[in-house]
């Protein structure tokens, strides 16, 4: 459901925007417009991790990693009720799901095949790892 959400969101935003050059100008993207008009506020942190080196093997496909980017949101929104506790820190990452495929859906509209995995350290801040595949 979310990678379709996602979908729909990459279709819609990006005619206010220019043209994206590079992959990191639409990881941006990702960060600034697309939170803002999901969440009502910009992702905290955008970092590059490029250091995967060896293929991604998925069943059935072989897919080399061209970037690996770490989104963070230090009060991501749909677990800031979560925070108060720290039994529901076991629980937090069934809450992503949703976001994960927003961003990868998104990504694909724009033409990005990734994969993306989310992990909560801490409550109610999140990474986001989004590991752009080339074919």
């Known amino acids: 459901m979310g990678f379709r959400v996602g979908q729909a969101l990459g279709e819609r935003l ?4 220019l043209t994206f050059r590079e992959e990191l100008d639409i990881l941006k993207f990702l960060c600034k417009d697309l939170w803002v008009a999901v969440f ?3 992702m905290d942190s955008l970092r590059t991790n ?3 080196q060896a293929p991604l093997r ?7 990693p061209q970037g690996t980017y770490v989104l963070q949101d230090n009060s991501f929104p749909l677990l800031v009720r979560m925070a108060s506790g720290l039994q529901y820190l076991e629980e937090a990452p069934k ?3 949703f976001t994960c ?10 033409g990005v ?3 993306v995995t ?8 999140c990474k986001f790892q989004v590991v752009i595949q080339k074919l």
């Open 50 to 52: 490029h250091q995967v």
């Open 14 to 17: 990006p005619r206010e925007t």
């Open 58 to 64: 998925l069943p059935g496909t072989l897919l080399c």
């Open 118 to 125: 989310a992990s909560v350290a801490a409550l109610p801040a």
């Open 95 to 97: 809450f992503l799901a």
């Open 40 to 42: 009502h506020k910009q």
């Open 113 to 115: 095949k990734s994969l």
């Open 101 to 110: 495929g927003l961003l990868r859906g998104t990504l694909s509209t724009l």
